[in-house]
């Protein structure tokens, strides 16, 4: 198991930006595929980006293609999620979570371990 801390969230207004970043521990982090979700109030927790176990391979929701960008640090056991041009559709409890294989899914069900969450909040 590997705990996650996630941190960076907060308001913003529409058109700024934040990163938002996840820091693991208790296991090797390079072993695990990295993804964000988010959940909106009201709504189903949907995807949003996701890592490979190097960092080689990520894929995007289509609404936050080209706009979110996902990487991670190995080396400092830490996924970010750089969100620009924010939208007020944006806004949500931002997770992060972890899975025990090299690469990456969109299916939450997929993913083994989670963090607390983080609240972005857009305004228009």
């Known amino acids: 198991q590997v705990q996650l801390v996630e941190s960076g969230g907060g308001l913003v207004q529409a058109g700024g930006s934040l990163r938002l970043s996840c820091t693991a521990s208790?296991?090797?982090?390079?072993?695990?595929?990295m993804g964000w979700f988010r959940q909106a109030p009201g709504k189903e927790r949907e995807f949003v980006a996701a890592?490979?176990?190097?960092?080689?391979?990520?894929g995007y929701a289509d609404s936050v293609k080209g706009r979110f960008t996902i990487s991670r640090d190995n080396a400092k056991n830490t996924v970010y999620l750089q969100m620009n041009s924010l939208k007020p559709e944006d806004t949500a409890v931002y997770y992060c979570?972890?899975?025990?294989?090299?690469?990456?899914?969109?299916?939450?069900?997929?993913?083994?371990?989670w963090g607390q969450g983080t609240q972005v909040t857009v305004s228009s």
């Open positions: 979570a972890a899975r025990r294989a090299f690469g990456s899914s969109r299916r939450a069900v997929d993913y083994d371990d």
């Open positions: 208790g296991r090797t982090f390079s072993y695990y595929a």
């Open positions: 890592i490979s176990w190097s960092g080689g391979t990520t």
